[in-house]
């Protein structure tokens, strides 16, 4: 079964993973359990969890809406209390079980309660498993803005148990699969090959195994996002500002959603500055059109980049950028302007 060592912790990939969970458990000696899921997780993935870790039966199980709009203040605030009224002490742990938004938001509770406990992932969605559950980065949504509050944290260990995706609904499984194709492009060129002719009955555990492995290389580098941790952005510079102007609307985008328009629209502005030839850019373009379904975007484009002037990664109002530098390397901080990013929503906007 594939172990793979992260930033003082592991992550156990396969069908022993929930075995392997139980055991560390056992061996932890916690004096508290707190189950974080949203209410899918509880009804699909909880049962399996508390049948094969029996000293979970008595966690206490805090359950969440599905979707993005928990990732709030409000959540945090509910985790926080529920902690709180059942005492929770330094030596309790919290089980994320779910998406990247259970991750995101436990992950941020746990470690900003009482200056920090314990936790650890148990992704539920491809997303988490490829993505989310891995590297330490926790936060909230605040102010509109996606994440923006949120801390550097190390879960205790990380156990992907790939059985949990046949409940997943498919729209999230392709959700997830963005993220995939995304490490492939900036780390992997090899890797990318495989994805372009992805069968539709492929296996997942090799796929997630690749993936994790692939991003973990990375975050082990630069834990803290000051160098080279930030090639994992691409696509989501764009990503981001589409993903929040739409959130709370009718045509609202999943995080993958929108990174994959991200990640064409940035395809298209590493051509223009010369990072990709004319031949990349049609390859990554017509993959991701195939395997994902993309529409247009009729958002003005003044809102964007106004948006992407509050972006992390904007500094004295030049847009830095990762981007491709051909496929299967990445650079980070290239330098964007406002035609740039004009001519590639242009370019995204006709060959839709
Ligand atoms: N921290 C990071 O490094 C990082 C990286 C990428 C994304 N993210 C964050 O992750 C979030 C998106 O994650 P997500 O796509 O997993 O969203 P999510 O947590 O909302 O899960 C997606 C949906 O799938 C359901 N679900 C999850 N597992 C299921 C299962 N096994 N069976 C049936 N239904 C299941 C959930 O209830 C939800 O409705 C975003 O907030 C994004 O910002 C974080």
Redesign the pocket.
């Known amino acids: 079964m594939p172990v793979i060592k992260s930033l003082g912790y592991n992550i156990t990939i396969g069908k022993d993973a929930l075995k392997k969970l139980s055991a560390f458990l056992k061996s932890a000696k916690y004096s508290s359990h707190f189950i974080i899921c ?4 509880i009804q ?2 909880l049962p399996t969890l508390i049948m094969t870790c029996p000293s979970l039966q008595e966690a206490e199980i805090i359950e969440l809406e ?3 709009e928990s ?1 709030s203040l409000d959540f945090s605030a509910h985790i926080w209390q529920t902690l709180i009224e059942n005492k929770a002490d330094k030596n309790s742990l919290i089980i994320n079980l ?7 938001l436990g992950g941020f509770c746990a470690s900003t309660y009482k200056r920090g406990i314990d936790f650890i992932n148990i992704p ?2 491809l ?2 498993m490829a ?2 559950s891995v ?1 330490g ?3 909230i949504d605040f102010a509109g803005l ?2 923006s509050i949120g801390t550097f944290a190390q879960p205790k260990a990380v156990f992907v148990y790939p059985d ?2 046949k ?3 498919q729209r ?1 499984y392709k ?2 699969l963005a ?1 995939v194709f995304k490490i492939a492009l900036i780390s992997d060129k090899a890797f990318w090959g495989v994805l372009r002719n992805l069968r539709p009955d492929h296996n997942s555990e090799q796929l997630l195994t690749k993936s994790i492995t692939l991003k973990n290389k990375i975050v082990l580098k630069d834990p803290f996002d000051k160098g080279t941790r930030k090639i994992l952005n691409f696509g989501h510079t764009i990503g981001h500002a589409i993903e929040s102007l739409l959130l709370g609307t009718p045509n609202e985008l ?3 959603e929108a990174i994959v328009i991200g990640m064409l629209v940035e395809t298209h502005i590493a051509f223009q500055k010369k990072l990709i030839s004319k031949k990349e850019l049609e390859e990554v373009t017509s993959t991701l059109k195939k395997t994902f379904e993309t529409t247009k975007i009729e958002l003005a484009l003044g809102t964007v980049l106004e948006l992407l002037k509050n972006d992390k990664k904007t500094s004295k109002n030049k847009f830095r950028f990762a981007l491709i530098n051909k496929i299967g390397t990445a650079k980070f901080d290239v330098e964007v302007n406002d035609t740039h990013v004009k001519k590639a929503f242009d370019h995204y906007n006709t060959s839709i």
Do not use: I, Q, R, Y
Not at 38 to 41: F, K, L, P, R, V
Not at 98 to 104: E, M, P, T
């Open positions: 949203d209410e899918n997780t699909f993935c599905s979707g993005e990732k779910g998406g990247g938004v259970v991750s995101d539920t969605s997303l988490a993505d989310a590297g980065k926790t936060g996606k994440n949990f995706l409940t997943l609904p999230h959700n997830g993220e999943l995080h993958g």
